[in-house]
């Protein structure tokens, strides 16, 4: 069940999704969060952050809303108390970051730099609960690149850097080269989709912040179709695929599809297990399926048929 990410190899392939587990300590009542591949922690920004207005959640038909707005307390905070929590536990930790403009990404790159608690970068340029759509980097090829490439050159060479695209644009993978060619080590997909509910009852918007990300297994397909397409067009690049996951066989379709690994978000509100659950279940599905490893299964749906596995010919997934 290795899970290689770049540079990074990571014993199991299930990771919390950023946002869904702040820091870790929550879930750590559940369940030893250093079982798991790595704990991605609530994405951090410079200086301490309330987030936008309440309400902040709405429930939505298979997903939820969200518009929390980055609230959090801010890296040096963040470094002092989670990050060094999440180390005293032996949990690999891939930080979040996110930022309103480029020089605040670098800033907490910097300050992330030689701490052996982080094992990769991913970098939020997705968040959709900003106050101006023209913050949603990862919908603007340019965008994109300046911030990926800031953080590429500010941080330790050694530290792979993950972007974090959005599925809110017209071609997924213009973003995805866009970030390649800046220097991104592979890609978290997919943020949330921007959405909104409206209260019959008080006949306005249910978030304060009016629109929200959606997520949950609402969005699944959309997700799914993300990673095969950045998958298809950039095949060296690894993926952390996300969206919607609740079992072990949504898990295998991310991966089928061509993620490296998966992040499992929604599905702790419900089920705070949910992250170990999905890993025994894939780590039983990709053996009901003859998958000699992780590695096999990677991309797999991707083979002409004539070369995917039979049921009666499990040798040729190791392959
Ligand atoms: C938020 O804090 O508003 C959500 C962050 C995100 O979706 O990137």
Redesign the pocket.
């Known amino acids: 069940m290795t899970a290689s990410l770049a540079t990074l190899s990571l014993p199991n392939p299930v990771l919390t999704a ?2 869904c587990a702040a820091a870790g300590r929550e879930l750590h009542q559940f369940f030893d969060v250093a079982a798991l591949g790595a704990v991605v922690t609530k ?1 951090i920004m410079t200086r301490p952050r309330s ?2 207005a309440t309400p902040r959640m709405a429930e939505t038909p298979s997903g939820m809303l ?6 959090g307390p801010g890296i040096d905070s963040f470094i002092e108390n989670d990050l060094a929590w999440l180390a005293a536990h032996g949990a690999r930790t891939v930080v979040s970051i ?1 930022g309103g403009h480029t020089d605040e990404y670098v800033e907490i790159t910097r300050k992330l730099n030689g701490n052996a608690a982080v094992s990769m970068l991913e970098v ?1 340029i ?4 900003v106050e101006s759509r023209g913050q949603v980097f990862a919908c603007d090829v340019h965008a994109s690149s300046r911030v990926i490439g800031a953080v590429r050159r500010a941080a330790d060479p050694a530290l792979p850097v993950f972007a974090k695209l959005s599925p809110d644009v017209t071609d997924i993978t213009l973003i995805a080269r866009a970030c390649a060619d800046a220097g991104a080590d592979g890609f978290s997909l997919i ?2 989709l921007l959405g909104m509910v409206i209260d019959t009852d008080t006949m306005a918007p249910a978030l304060g912040g009016v629109t929200g ?1 959606l997520s949950g297994p609402a969005i699944r397909p959309v997700a799914l179709r993300c990673v095969w397409q950045v998958h298809q067009k950039l095949p060296s690049y690894p993926i952390i695929g996300m969206g919607g996951i609740r079992c072990g066989l949504d898990a295998l379709q991310f991966i089928l599809a061509g993620a490296s690994a998966v992040s499992v978000g929604t599905a702790v509100f419900g089920d705070p297990s949910a992250p170990v659950r999905v890993l025994a279940e894939l780590e039983a599905a990709l053996d009901a399926r003859g998958f000699a490893s992780l590695a096999g299964a990677v991309g797999y749906a991707h083979r002409a048929p004539e070369h995917r596995l039979g049921p009666d010919a499990p040798q040729a997934a190791a392959s």
């Not at 969200?66 to 609230?71: A, D, R, T, V, W």
């Open positions: 950023s946002g994405s987030g936008r969200n518009s929390i707005g980055l609230q996110a939020n997705s968040c959709p609960n943020n949330t990300g």
